[in-house]
T-cell receptor
Framework: DGGITQSPKYLFRKEGQNVTLSCEQNLNHDAMYWYRQDPGQGLRLIYYSQIVNDFQKGDIAEGYSVSREKKESFPLTVTSAQKNPTAFYLC?????????????FGDGTRLSIL | AQTVTQSQPEMSVQEAETVTLSCTYDTSESDYYLFWYKQPPSRQMILVIRQEAYKQQNATENRFSVNFQKAAKSFSLKISDSQLGDAAMYFCASRAGGYQKVTFGTGTKLQVIP
């Protein structure tokens, strides 16, 4: 079955450490997204990518970086510059053409500080 | 810029009864799309229903329907014959036509009472 796979499910970061969250999709979707979810704040967009080798900052990109070297993959790196990284991170994808197309989401990664 | 507001942080409904979740939005675009997503305790986001702004007819998906009031910029979700499995966080979202960015509300936590 097609879908989005996020790994790991749980991740712990030490102070000053960069960590990378994986997101892979086999839906042949062009667009991919990373969201951060905090209690009471809904989903906030970190980065999104419309096509391979191209990506745009979302609303809260500071302290994060991404790459899009392959259509299926959109990893997110939480850098040491992100001072409050504890949150639930969701990856999503959608068809590029047609804004009425919904996003498909992965199961998420919960990141915590050690 | 788009904004989405969900003014009900929590709602409850008796099993088999009907409940309405509120959502208002603001956009300067004439072409846009609206969505309701469900996030159960498993944390996976699932599309419930979508509405194209150019369509006057309200969308319906089985027990789920929307009341789309374009002039009032209101997009409420009605759940009929509520079931225990409907208990979840519900997020309202909007997407401007031609753009990939989706804006989410802060969510409404729905409790279903047996």
């Amino acid at each position: 079955d097609g879908g989005i796979t996020q790994s790991p499910k749980y991740l712990f970061r030490k102070e000053g450490q960069n960590v990378t969250l994986s997101c892979e999709q086999n839906l042949n979707h062009d667009a991919m997204y990373w969201y951060r979810q905090d209690p009471g704040q809904g989903l906030r967009l970190i980065y999104y990518s419309q096509i391979v080798n191209d990506f745009q900052k979302g609303d809260i990109a500071e302290g994060y970086s991404v790459s899009r070297e392959k259509k299926e993959s959109f990893p997110l790196t939480v850098t040491s510059a992100q001072k409050n990284p504890t949150a639930f991170y969701l990856c999503a994808s959608s068809i590029w053409q047609g804004s009425n197309q919904p996003q498909h989401f992965g199961d998420g990664t919960r990141l915590s500080i050690l | 810029a788009q904004t989405v507001t969900q003014s009900q942080p929590e709602m409850s409904v008796q099993e088999a009864e009907t409940v309405t979740l509120s959502c208002t939005y603001d956009t300067s675009e004439s072409d846009y799309y609206l969505f309701w997503y469900k996030q159960p305790p498993s944390r996976q986001m699932i599309l419930v229903i979508r509405q194209e702004a150019y369509k006057q007819q309200n969308a319906t998906e089985n027990r789920f329907s929307v009341n789309f009031q374009k002039a009032a910029k209101s997009f409420s979700l009605k759940i009929s014959d509520s079931q225990l499995g409907d208990a979840a966080m519900y997020f309202c979202a909007s997407r401007a036509g031609g753009y990939q960015k989706v804006t989410f509300g802060t969510g409404t936590k729905l409790q279903v009472i047996p």
